[in-house]
C-alpha cells in the first residue's frame, strides 16, 4: 500500500484549499452540497461505465468522489470531497492526492469505489491510503465541450474504481497517492465559500 509522509500529506493538502469544496455556511449545507454533487457525478459515471451500477448495487459500501487534479512536469496535486454509503449511513470525505510521473494539465474528475470485500471497506476506513498508477489523455473532443479521455476501471483488492474526466485537459502518466479523512463539516478548516 502506498504510504505519504506527513511533509508530503501537508503538501498536498494545499491544493484541497483551493479546490474540491463542499460549499456553505453551516455544516448542514455542506453535506447537503456534498451529497447533490457526488449524486450527479454518479450519474455521469453510470453513463460512462454501465457496469459500474451494478458493482455499486452489489457492493457492501461505496464510496463517490468529486475532486480535481492538476500536472505540471513530474508533480501532480489534487482534492475534493467524498460521501461514503454504507446501506442507509452516509459519512463524508475528504481526499488529497499527490503524485510523480510525466503530465500537464487540469482536469475535474469523479470516481466510485465499490467494495466487494468487507475488509476492504474497513481498510479504507481505517487507513485513508491509496495508491495508485494512472495513465491517461483527456481533451476536449471537437470543440463541443465534450470529454474525450480514457477514463478508468480498475478492480483490485476486492475495490472495484470506475473514474470519469468531469472537464479540463491532462496528459499524463502518474503514480497517485491518496489520502482521506472523515469529515463532519463542523470544524472544517475550509470555510464558507468552500
Known sequence: MFRLSKLKLAAVALPVLL???ATGD??????MHAREETQAALQEIY????AARTAVA?????VVCTGSNSYLFALSTGGGICVLHE??????????????GAGIGWKQMAFVQAFTQ????TRFKES????QAQAEASAEYEGSGEQASANQSVDVSGVKTYQVNLMGAAAQATVQGYKYWETDFTDDFVENDG
Open 47 to 50: 453513463t460512462e461505465h454501465p
Open 58 to 62: 452489489n457492493s457492501v459500501g461505496y
Open 118 to 121: 468487507r475488509d476492504a471497506l
Open 26 to 31: 453551516t455544516p448542514e449545507a455542506k453535506k
Open 87 to 100: 446501506g442507509s449511513k452516509l459519512s463524508y470525505y475528504r481526499f488529497a492526492t499527490g503524485g510523480v
Open 19 to 21: 479546490v474540491g469544496c
Open 128 to 131: 485513508g491510503y491509496e495508491g
